[in-house]
C-alpha cells in the first residue's frame, strides 16, 4: 500500500494529541453556514436504504442477518382499557454491505495502530472503543458535493468491482473544499453484481467503490467525511498487502469518517436537474458511547 501511500502519515496530530474527531474538525460553523447559503429550494431527500427485516451483514450466508425488526406490543396485545400502545425493538449491526452507516475512526486498525498512532488494541476492547467511538462524529452538517460517475462516464452504473481514482473525482467534483463531504455515486443499487460463491469465504464479491489513490484526492482537498452507494473499497481491492485499503487510508491515516451504502440515485437526477453538484448533508449518528459505528439516515437538502 505504500505504492499509494508512501510513509503513511497524513493527519495524526494535526489537531492535537488528544483528537477524536479527525477531519470532521474542518467542518465548523463556516461550512456549516457555507452548506445552509446554499440551500435553493429546500427540498429535503433521505440518502438512506430501508432496513428490513432480515437484511444481511454480507453477502447472505445461514445466521448473517444484519438488522430484525420485532414488535412487542401492538393492537391485540394489550386491547384492554382505553389507551393502547405499540413498540417495537430494533436489533442492528454497525457495519457490513447492506446498511446505510457511519463507521466511526475506531472502527479500523491497521499494523496495530488506529487514528492518531494510538495503540489499536487500547483503542477497543470488550466493552466498546475506549477513543474515537462514533459519539466524536455526532452531528454532521456541512457542505457536501457529489461525484456522479456514472453521468460522468455516460452510463446509468459502474460495472461491478471498479475502482474509481483520483483523476475521476477531480472531474467529477472540482468545487469540492476543505471541510466538504465528498459523496460518490456508482450506480450501485441498480447494477447486479455478482456474488462470491457460497463456500469461498468471500463477504464482498464484486463491488464498485474507491481506488485507494482516489485518498489523495480527499487529502488534497480536506475533505471532511467520505459517503459512498457501496463499501467504501472497490472489492477485489486494488493491492496485495491490506485487504481494506480505502479504509484504512481514510479512517487510520486521514481521520475521515466513512459513510457507506447510501441511497444516491434521487439525490443525482434532483441535482442534474438544477444543473447543480453541491447540497447540504446532515448526518445525525446514534449517540452510542464506545460505538465504532452507528446506521445513519443522512439528509441532503438542496
Same mark, same amino acid.
Given at each position: 500500500?505504500?505504492?499509494?501511500?508512501?510513509?503513511?502519515?497524513?493527519?495524526?496530530?494535526?489537531? /492535537?494529541?488528544?483528537?477524536?474527531?479527525?477531519?470532521?474538525?474542518?467542518?465548523?460553523?463556516?461550512?456549516?453556514?457555507?452548506?445552509?447559503?446554499?440551500?435553493? =429550494?429546500?427540498?429535503?431527500?433521505?440518502?438512506? #436504504?430501508?432496513?428490513?427485516? /432480515?437484511?444481511?451483514?454480507?453477502?447472505?450466508?445461514?445466521?448473517?442477518?444484519?438488522?430484525?425488526?420485532?414488535?412487542? =406490543?401492538?393492537?391485540?396485545?394489550?386491547? /384492554?382499557?382505553?389507551?393502547?400502545?405499540?413498540?417495537?425493538?430494533?436489533?442492528?449491526?454497525?457495519?457490513?454491505?447492506?446498511? !446505510?452507516?457511519?463507521?466511526?475512526?475506531?472502527?479500523?486498525?491497521? #499494523?496495530?495502530? @488506529?487514528?492518531?498512532?494510538?495503540?489499536?488494541?487500547?483503542?477497543?476492547?470488550?466493552?466498546?472503543?475506549? #477513543?474515537?467511538?462514533?459519539?466524536?462524529?455526532?452531528?454532521?452538517?456541512?457542505?457536501?458535493?457529489?461525484?456522479?460517475?456514472?453521468?460522468?462516464?455516460?452510463?446509468?452504473?459502474?460495472?461491478?468491482?471498479?475502482?474509481?481514482?483520483?483523476?475521476?473525482?477531480?472531474?467529477?467534483?472540482?468545487?469540492?473544499?476543505? @471541510?466538504?463531504?465528498?459523496?460518490? #455515486?456508482?450506480?450501485?443499487?441498480?447494477?447486479?453484481?455478482?456474488?462470491?460463491?457460497?463456500?469461498?469465504?468471500?463477504?464482498?464479491?464484486? &463491488?464498485?467503490?474507491?481506488?485507494?489513490?482516489?485518498?489523495?484526492?480527499?487529502?488534497?482537498?480536506?475533505?471532511?467525511?467520505?459517503?459512498?452507494?457501496?463499501?467504501?473499497?472497490?472489492?477485489?481491492?486494488?493491492?496485495?498487502?491490506?485487504?481494506?485499503?480505502?479504509?484504512?487510508?481514510?479512517?487510520?491515516?486521514?481521520?475521515?469518517?466513512? +459513510?457507506?451504502?447510501?441511497?444516491?440515485?434521487? &439525490?443525482?437526477?434532483?441535482?442534474?436537474?438544477?444543473?447543480?453538484?453541491?447540497?447540504?448533508?446532515?448526518?445525525?449518528?446514534?449517540?452510542?458511547?464506545?460505538? !465504532? /459505528?452507528?446506521?445513519?439516515?443522512? +439528509?441532503? +437538502?438542496?
Amino acid at each position: 500500500m505504500d505504492t499509494f501511500w508512501p510513509g503513511l502519515g497524513a493527519n495524526w496530530g494535526r489537531w /492535537g494529541d488528544e483528537d477524536e474527531r479527525g477531519a470532521l474538525n474542518l467542518a465548523g460553523p463556516e461550512r456549516v453556514r457555507a452548506a445552509a447559503g446554499g440551500v435553493r =429550494t429546500g427540498r429535503a431527500i433521505s440518502l438512506t #436504504r430501508p432496513l428490513r427485516n /432480515g437484511l444481511p451483514a454480507y453477502y447472505p450466508r445461514a445466521g448473517d442477518t444484519a438488522f430484525e425488526h420485532q414488535m412487542i =406490543t401492538w393492537w391485540g396485545s394489550n386491547a /384492554g382499557g382505553d389507551v393502547q400502545a405499540a413498540s417495537d425493538r430494533l436489533t442492528s449491526e454497525c457495519h457490513g454491505l447492506e446498511i !446505510t452507516h457511519m463507521d466511526a475512526l475506531s472502527h479500523i486498525g491497521h #499494523r496495530g495502530r @488506529g487514528y492518531g498512532g494510538r495503540d489499536f488494541a487500547s483503542m477497543t476492547g470488550p466493552d466498546g472503543a475506549a #477513543r474515537c467511538d462514533i459519539t466524536a462524529a455526532v452531528p454532521v452538517v456541512t457542505r457536501a458535493v457529489l461525484a456522479d460517475i456514472p453521468r460522468l462516464r455516460g452510463v446509468e452504473h459502474l460495472p461491478a468491482g471498479t475502482a474509481v481514482g483520483h483523476d475521476e473525482l477531480a472531474a467529477a467534483a472540482p468545487g469540492l473544499g476543505p @471541510g466538504d463531504a465528498l459523496i460518490v #455515486r456508482t450506480g450501485r443499487w441498480s447494477a447486479p453484481a455478482p456474488a462470491p460463491a457460497p463456500d469461498s469465504g468471500d463477504r464482498y464479491g464484486h &463491488l464498485s467503490g474507491l481506488h485507494p489513490d482516489a485518498l489523495r484526492f480527499v487529502a488534497d482537498r480536506d475533505a471532511a467525511v467520505v459517503g459512498t452507494d457501496g463499501p467504501g473499497d472497490a472489492f477485489p481491492v486494488a493491492v496485495d498487502d491490506c485487504r481494506l485499503p480505502v479504509h484504512v487510508l481514510a479512517l487510520v491515516y486521514l481521520g475521515v469518517h466513512l +459513510v457507506h451504502s447510501m441511497a444516491l440515485d434521487e &439525490l443525482a437526477d434532483a441535482l442534474a436537474a438544477e444543473g447543480r453538484d453541491d447540497f447540504m448533508l446532515v448526518i445525525g449518528p446514534l449517540a452510542v458511547p464506545g460505538g !465504532t /459505528g452507528s446506521p445513519v439516515t443522512p +439528509v441532503a +437538502v438542496l
